[in-house]
């Protein structure tokens, strides 16, 4: 009985804050928009039957987002940014993540404190401080002017290279800690073992560090590329008006249009395009487990 | 010819443990003066900051030896070793191989093999492909790496195995997939980092057998780190015990067993029992020896330089001890004693005895007869007596 309430604790939980929560939307989003608080219809009606309720709920959100050319746009330009800013964050991540795990052992935890400390500034406010930094009289245009390298000043701020620049440096802990880990597991006996049997060290590298770290990477990439889809203030602060990501548009539906409906739709549709590859990437992996049974 | 068809039997069990000193008789290359050694380690110095790990070492190992460097934790044998594979860089002194000085080349170019102690299986490969990682180096055709993999897994029974992940096989497993990785590139020399340490007892015996074995079928060099006396005595032709960075005797196991050359290679070989005394006479290659007053002297043979008033201890294996309750007549040693403690094992019976100044003998018996009229037993008054030849006279 003790046994059965602690398990259920963590699905409760997940039933509550997540599935509830979930069908709430879902349900808004095959509802029609309303003039009303809140605005769409129908909210449940007691005077009308389960059969009309259920009847008056239709996919026609859906049939318009997928019809009008912003959606699924602001979509794949999400899935693009996202996905090319995991690739730069793990670019930059890697060589930092190998440097602390082969630092000296009594460094270590110091070094992922160094990491980690980033998060007692708000992400909000260390978001603005790069408008500071990149804007045109900012102090990376400064640096360059007075060292003489540019004489005009470089138009990064609201341009997609600063929502790049943005994500990396908002999630590149969320690289740096996974790839960490698994780089930090791997027997330094085995870079000899492998130089033992006629490896040079780049070669090693590629035969037996990156292989062993690769739970790292994808644990890495997953946890900055399923934020960054969905990523809101980065592109809103930084990235301008021409940038579209499905967060701010998804923002804009619903607090710019207030209509819930669609907006709902949006999400849901975010969501299946997020959870999917990772169920199927899941499933892969238990298989790969089974076979190497 | 006979000795590869005997030990291929895997276990090695067929092979009569009881094997001589050196695998072939007469095998004996550190007598040769015109042999290239084929590793030499020249005025070898190791420094860690200021702990000197090894001494100033000089050692020549031969080809097709099996070459056991043996000493307590830190005493520079696994430094040793290391260096040979080229982990570490010598402080001072070269390392040649086959006569070409490797000092200064990478582990990767060197023409050696390491088996690990933590084994360090690759454990994102199979066993096939670690143990054609060393080959894969090389650049050899797939091919022919297929082929040399098989050879390598039938020759250690791994053949069934061929496609598992090192952490789906058992600890003895491992060990052979280890050796496998270390031998299938054929290198001059391999070098093994205490290679049974993670193994139990009965394991590790027949690991012992199936080393010595393959050994001799590949007629490679093998360098082998222990700390485990028993493991060196079985398996080496000859065996460097070390203590604090430096050689304290090189000899095949017999001599360091029958002839060690002082009190800490008499010690951490096998059981001694040690008299300290002075030496007061040397007359005829005999020597006398007063080791406390009222104390019948000891006689021995007298080694080389013995000479009078020298402080020396006298080494005595106790099987070598005869143990008798009546007193011998015509013995170059005897001493009375009195027994504190009986081990018995069935094939032997092991005797703690005290003599009269309270120091305690060890001394043993083999039980060579089923019934014996009066067994020696605790509070016996007995005497011990060997002759003058099997105890070592020890300057150190």
Redesign the interface.
Known sequence: MRRWLLISVPYLWLLVFFLIPFFIVFKISLSDIATAIPPYTPVFDFSMGIGEFISKLDFENYRFIFNDSLYVNSYFSALKIAGISTVLTLLVAYPIAYGMARAPKEWQPTLVMLVILPFWTSFLIRVYAWIGILKKEGLLNLFLMNLGVISEPLTIMNTPLAVYIGIIYSYLPFMILPLYASLEKI?P??L?????????PW?SFW??TF??SLPGVLAGCFLVFIPATGEFVIPDLLGGSDTLMIGKTLWGEFFGNRDWPVASAVAVVLLLVLVIPIVMFQSNQEKEREA?? | MSEAALSSSPTGASRSPLRTAAPQSGFAPWKDPSKTPMVRFENVVKRFGDFVAVKDCTLDIYEREFFALLGPSGCGKTTLLRMLAGFEKPTSGRILVAGQDITELAPYDRPVNMMFQSYALFPHMTVEQNIGFGLKQDGMPKDQIAQRVEETMAMLELSKFGKRKPHQLSGGQQQRVALARAIAKKPRIVLLDEPLGALDKRLRQTAQFELMGIQERTGTTFIIVTHDQEEAMTVSSRIAVMDHGEFVQIATPGDIYEAPNSRYTANFIGDVNLFEGKVVNVAGGFAEIDWGPGLARFKAVAPEGCAGQQQVWLALRPEKIHIDLDKPTDASNALPGKVVDVGYLGSISHYHVELANGQRVKALRTNSSRTVDRPISWEDKVWLQWPAETGIVLAK
């Not at chain 1, 000899?192 to 040079?200: M, N, V, Y």
């Open positions: 027997n006996a085995l000899e073992a492998a130089a033992d049997l006629g490896s040079p070669k035969q037996v292989p062993l190497a049974r």
